[in-house]
């Protein structure tokens, strides 16, 4: 069984950074692809980066691109996500999402939309204002 964990949210000023951590407990061979979701109060849940675990494939929202990096690392079992030049519309809950390579639900939407994914984690807050 999957289990995702966040950690590494908090408040910070505008213009400051932040590190997002996931824990998987799984080896990479079993995940397809995870990804970052966000969620700001009364919006719905926004994709923000992709990553595919065995080559390390990224890709990202037009919103945060040149501003947030996904990583892995394989070895410890953990996705990360570098988060610099944040802005106010960056706050919101942040969430940790994979797919079982086992798992056999929608698999042609595209890869920001959370229908995709079948494990989420508990969500981490980040809150960005002055």
């Known amino acids: 069984q999957v289990q995702l964990v966040e950690s590494g949210g908090g408040s910070v000023q505008p213009g400051g950074s932040l590190r997002l951590s996931c824990t998987v407990s799984?080896?990479?061979?079993?995940?397809?692809?995870m990804a970052w979701f966000r969620q700001a109060a009364g919006k719905e849940r926004e994709g923000i980066a992709v990553?595919?675990?065995?080559?390390?494939?990224?890709t990202y929202a037009d919103s945060v691109k040149g501003r947030f990096t996904a990583t892995q690392d394989n070895a410890k079992k953990a996705l990360y996500l570098q988060m610099n030049s944040l802005k106010p519309e960056d706050t919101g809950m942040y969430y940790c999402?994979?797919?079982?390579?086992?798992?056999?639900?929608?698999?042609?939407?595209?890869?920001?939309?959370?229908?995709?994914?079948?494990?989420w984690g508990q969500g981490t807050q980040v809150t960005v204002s002055s």
């Open positions: 999402a994979a797919r079982d390579v086992a798992w056999t639900g929608p698999s042609t939407t595209p890869w920001y939309d959370p229908v995709r994914y079948n494990k």
């Open positions: 990553i595919v675990p065995p080559s390390g494939y990224t």
């Open positions: 799984t080896d990479a061979n079993n995940i397809a692809v």
